[in-house]
Nanobody, 124 residues
Framework: QVQLVESGGGLVQAGDSLRLSCAAS????????MGWFRQAPGKEREFVSH???????VYADSVKGRFTISRDNAKNTVYLQMNTLKPEDTAVYYC??????????????????WGQGTQVTVSS
């Protein structure tokens, strides 16, 4: 079993920055990819970014150039640095881990474990 705990969410104004963290733990933790998704009220959970064990990254077009994902493999932790936040970034942000190779990691079905989520609210 793998546990994921997100932190770093909060209420900010448009243009501000936040840094989310997600710490993973478990008896045998292995990950091909760690990802961030978000879900706004009334909307489906959507892909934000993921990072592979190798360090390669993918971003949704909506956050490209503003968000940066990184990971510390020694600490089993993934980060999401969010800059120039916009009101449309308001959502609950979830981290997830994929322990099996699936080729693509932009869909929720590609991930095996999820965190509980952290709220990010951006006021205009």
């Amino acid at each position: 079993q793998v546990q994921l705990v997100e932190s770093g969410g909060g209420l900010v104004q448009a243009g501000d920055s936040l840094r989310l963290s997600c710490a993973a733990s478990g008896r045998t933790f292995v990950s091909y990819a760690m990802g961030w998704f978000r879900q706004a009220p009334g909307k489906e959970r959507e892909f934000v970014s993921h990072i592979m064990w190798s360090g390669s990254t993918v971003y949704a077009d909506s956050v490209k150039g503003r968000f940066t994902i990184s990971r510390d493999n020694a600490k089993n932790t993934v980060y999401l640095q969010m800059n120039t936040l916009k009101p449309e970034d308001t959502a609950v942000y979830y981290c997830a881990v994929a322990q099996v190779y699936r080729g693509s990691y932009v869909h929720t079905s590609s991930y095996d474990y999820w965190g509980q989520g952290t709220q990010v609210t951006v006021s205009s």
